[in-house]
């Protein structure tokens, strides 16, 4: 049962090797991600959101929803740990 | 428990170095628009300057001057701060979180609007992780403290 498993583990890790043959190169100007979404960015933050730092930009503007859910995970691990740890009662 | 640490030098040199930190973690706040930071580093930074209060002067000073009641407020608020921006586009006519929308109630365009919406959520952002860290510093600590008590009372008993 133990071979079993760890055939299945090496096949799915020669899958997915195999599939990143077909990725783009590391910093490849004419893939599709830098061709589509990433200069409109570049070339529109200054203009449309006065923002110098393009991070920041896409960070609470552009991926705005995003940012709004981080913040809520953060506040919601807080919850947690105050529900899981500190004595209400004493 | 961390207790009150009585030690000159460590005690001078964080009462000089927390101010500075505090400073640095709003800079870091209100610059992120044109350098590295945000909202996330600076409540980091801003929080772990509490933590270094409680470390150098104790527990309960940091107690006395940040209520648990305050912490679970600023907690909420920084959500609140964030979530009440985006309504406040949608009540302005634009999409959630659409800071374009602003400019009808700020003396601005709606571009520099929307860089005024960028600092608001970050400011929102920076409340929320600087009171989640206090809030989860002070239970694991004050976990300890009790812990420590119920052992003594043990020994008491027997």
Redesign the interface.
């Known amino acids: 049962m133990k071979r079993i498993a760890l055939i299945a583990v090496f096949l799915t890790g020669a899958l997915l090797i195999y599939g990143t043959v077909d990725f783009p190169d590391w910093g490849d100007p004419e893939s599709p991600a830098s061709r589509h979404v990433s200069p409109r960015y570049i070339e529109k933050t200054v203009?449309?959101?006065?923002?110098?730092?393009m991070?920041?930009?896409v960070?609470?503007?552009y991926r705005?929803?995003d940012?709004?859910g981080?913040?809520?995970v953060?506040?919601t691990?807080?919850?947690a740990?105050?529900l899981l740890?500190?004595?209400l009662s004493k | 428990m961390i207790s009150h640490f009585d030690d000159l030098i460590i005690r001078t040199v964080c009462r000089l170095l927390i101010p500075f930190i505090q400073l640095f973690g709003l800079y870091v706040i209100a610059h992120?628009?044109?350098?590295?930071g945000?909202?996330?580093q600076g409540g980091v930074i801003l929080g772990a300057s509490f933590i270094l209060l409680s470390l150098s002067h104790g527990i309960e000073e940091l107690r006395k001057r940040m209520r648990i009641r305050t912490i679970?407020i600023l907690?909420?608020l920084?959500?609140i701060i964030?979530?009440g921006i985006?309504f406040a586009c949608l009540f302005l006519g634009g999409k959630?979180?659409d800071?374009g929308r602003l400019h009808l109630v700020l003396p601005v365009d709606s571009?520099?609007a929307?860089?005024m919406?960028?600092l608001g959520?970050?400011v929102?952002?920076g409340i929320?992780?600087m009171?989640?860290m206090v809030?989860?510093f002070l239970?694991?600590a004050?976990?300890e403290k009790?812990k420590k008590e119920a052992e003594q009372h043990g020994i008491h008993h027997q």
């Open positions: 203009e449309e959101t006065a923002t110098p730092n991070v920041t930009s960070l609470a503007d705005g929803y940012t709004l981080e913040t809520t953060i506040f691990a807080g919850i740990c105050i740890i500190r004595r | 992120g628009h044109s350098s590295p945000g909202g996330f679970l907690t909420s920084g959500v964030y979530a985006g959630y979180l800071y571009v520099v929307r860089s919406g960028i959520v970050e929102g952002v929320t992780v009171a989640v809030s989860i239970d694991l004050a976990e009790e």
